[in-house]
């Protein structure tokens, strides 16, 4: 049996082991791997279900559909996380991780795909949630932002690897890419030494509970699901606009997966000074490179400009989710980790399973999305500017002893 990792430190004292890092780490990437993973392989899915009604669409929604179900049910799981700990909901949602990822080996219909991403996105949504909220009680203050920035370098990387590979395997065949998400069952063993994670029975929270900053939280939600509306035409509308211009399914995986390469050095590079700048400051320079990015997409007369804006927009990309969590968690009460950031999780996935739909580009216009799509993050990026100018950065809330990604 493994050795249980340490409780959580309170702040001053040492943050977790490398162990208990590395599979938060490691979690994290089970959520692009959610997506990126299949989606080189889409063209070929849906040609291979071509005589199914609304084939085009329903291919689409295979990549986004775990965005409503993960919008729908992180609230749930964060009531579970905070009731019951961590490591209970990370083993449950493991493995239907495995069961609903696998699952594309044997379908036999589009009906059948949907119905695997329907139990992979309730994989994502307990994994996102519990670990999200592990990371909050693990880590306070400018050691937090530290590792969010790690952590989303993490899932860029994850994301740089799993496009081209993903985009190899589905040269090989449609079903080929379904192989990775068995993959996860390897980490069974470091979810098991993880803390169980109740933050609830803390000594500091017996007296009157302290209520989250609810306009401001809403405000970050509303600028995730925003965000995610506009990042998510990369691999929801990049892969048929890269076939109209003639790329292959590999090199289409390869320009993908550079656009999140550029996001995880901008978010490892951003690291090495988490705490020394105004989060909406950072997050909002971020939405108007990404903004500068989609521009360059959408004007493109080839796949060298293409793969440009993809870059920029990586760039851009990077400073996002990490300033916008630290935000996040400035916000938000020991006792309410769970259920804010299963918000989080339904904002950020509810935006993933809108892009499609909001953005959608007729067939000949595939870069018609990305116009709007610039024009989004533009305008988010002038928000957060003008908060960062206009208000000081929010104290971060004292973070107790607690028992808890």
């Known amino acids: 049996m493994p050795t249980p990792a340490p409780s959580p430190t309170a702040p001053g004292q040492a943050p977790p082991d490398r162990v208990t890092q590395a599979t938060l780490l490691l979690l994290s990437a089970l959520t692009v791997m959610s997506g990126a993973t299949i989606a080189p392989a889409l063209p070929a899915m849906q040609a291979h279900f071509a005589d199914t009604p609304n084939a085009a669409l329903l291919v689409k929604l295979a990549l986004t559909i775990l965005g409503i179900v993960i919008a729908v049910t992180a609230p749930l799981f964060g009531v579970l996380a905070d009731r019951y700990g961590r490591r209970p909901v990370l083993l449950a949602a493991l493995a239907l991780y495995v069961i609903g990822g696998g699952s594309g080996l044997i379908a036999q219909s589009l009906g059948q795909v949907l119905l695997g991403r329907i139990v992979l996105g309730l994989a994502v949504a307990g994994t996102m949630t519990a670990a999200g909220a592990l990371v909050n009680d693990l880590f306070s203050g400018a050691a937090r932002g530290r590792f969010l920035s790690q952590q989303a370098a993490f899932t860029s990387f994850g994301g740089a690897v799993l496009l081209p590979l993903g985009g190899v395997l589905a040269a090989v065949g449609w079903r080929a890419p379904f192989f990775l998400y068995l993959a996860a069952a390897l980490l069974l063993p470091l979810l098991l030494r993880l803390p169980r994670g109740i933050p609830g029975v803390a000594p500091d929270l017996t007296g009157p509970v302290q209520a989250p ?193």
């Open 213 to 405: 900053r609810w306009g401001a939280v809403t405000l970050v939600y509303a600028l995730a699901l925003g965000y995610m509306v506009v990042f998510y035409l990369m691999p929801a509308q990049g892969p048929f606009l890269l076939r109209a211009l003639d790329a292959s399914p590999g090199l289409t995986g390869l320009m993908l997966g550079s656009s999140t390469l550029m996001a995880a050095v901008t978010s490892l590079v951003f690291s090495r000074f988490a705490g020394r700048f105004d989060p909406r400051r950072l997050a909002g320079l971020g939405m108007v490179v990404v903004a500068l990015g989609w521009l360059l997409v959408f004007r493109a007369p080839g796949l060298a400009v293409v793969e440009a804006g993809l870059l920029v927009a990586g760039l851009g990309g990077g400073l996002i989710f990490p300033n916008l969590y630290a935000w996040l968690a400035d916000l938000t009460p020991p006792a309410w980790r769970g259920r804010v950031t299963a918000g989080m999780s339904s904002a950020v996935f509810l935006g993933q399973f809108l892009s499609p739909l909001l953005l959608a580009a007729p067939a000949g216009h595939e870069a018609q999305g990305f116009a709007a799509g610039a024009a989004l993050a533009a305008g988010m990026g002038a928000l957060l500017l003008v908060l960062s100018v206009r208000g000081r950065r929010a104290p971060t809330a004292p973070v107790p002893h607690t028992g808890l990604n």
